[in-house]
């Protein structure tokens, strides 16, 4: 069920009265309709609810200012283009961010030599990585059930059709037919209209965290590797 037919019954409400051939839209007649899809309803609208609930809590946790804040990382290229490790570092210990755990993690080992600060920007950035992506697949599964609630919600619906046409030999009465007919329609329509935004959402913040793991690369090639090896040089 998405969000304008669980919308229906209160928009029904509040709707003036009159005749629905002067409305751009029937609401009553849509809310009839979404009773007609049956008990099969109930758990798409469920799924519905769901992948609201998930998208806003993803979209926060998934915001810019919480992956790799633009003036964060301009200041960590800035201070390592000068071979200043210790600013950098400094910038990443005040700003709690993902980029900034996964780059000062390798910072805080310098000492070290590069292959174990890229040991410790690589981990790093998987832990950060793993907990991105944590509730990513509450997105999978709502595109996979819906739709499958909905094809089970047209099998239904065939059935009741032929029932009625075994039973009662209504084969041409469009009256008998119809309650299985919408049955069969109105769950499928419903849940593709959970299961696609659902299969973008999935799409969407996917590529968010994907774009964070580029820029911490681009960052620790393009950046700390060049300062690490001029600190070095220069300490010899």
């Known amino acids: 069920m998405s969000l304008p037919l669980l919308a ?3 928009l029904s409400l509040l709707a003036p009265a009159a005749p629905s051939q002067g409305r751009f839209l029937d609401l009553g007649s849509l809310f009839d309709k979404t009773v007609a899809g049956g008990i099969l309803m109930v758990p798409i609208g469920t799924c519905s609810i769901l992948l609201l609930a998930y998208a806003f809590e993803r979209a926060v946790v998934l915001r810019r200012s919480r992956l790799a804040p633009r003036g964060l990382v301009r200041g960590v290229e800035e201070a390592l283009r000068r071979g ?3 600013a950098a570092a400094s910038l990443c210990r005040g700003g709690p961010s ?5 780059i000062g993690a390798g ?3 310098t000492e070290e030599g590069p292959a174990e600060v890229e040991k410790a920007i690589e981990a790093a950035a998987q832990r950060e990585i793993n907990g991105l992506r944590k509730n990513l697949r509450a997105f999978a599964v709502i ?3 819906a739709p499958l609630l ?3 919600g047209t099998v239904q619906g065939m059935i009741q059709v032929f029932d009625v046409v075994a ?3 209504a084969l041409g009465n469009a009256s008998l037919l119809s309650g299985g007919i919408s049955t069969a329609l109105v769950t499928t329509f419903a849940g593709l209209t959970v299961a696609i935004p659902s299969l973008l959402c999935h799409q969407f913040f996917t590529a968010r965290i994907q774009r964070f793991a580029d820029e911490v690369v681009r960052v620790h090639h393009d950046v700390l590797v060049p300062a690490l090896t001029g600190s ?3 300490a010899a």
Request: glycine share 8%; no cysteine; proline share 4%.
């Open 8 to 10: 229906a019954p209160l």
């Open 84 to 86: 200043d490790l210790a």
């Open 98 to 102: 993902a980029f900034a755990a996964a």
């Open 107 to 109: 910072l805080a080992r």
């Open 143 to 145: 595109t996979t059930a």
């Open 150 to 152: 909905g094809l089970l």
């Open 167 to 169: 039973a009662q030999g």
């Open 232 to 234: 070095r040089a220069a």
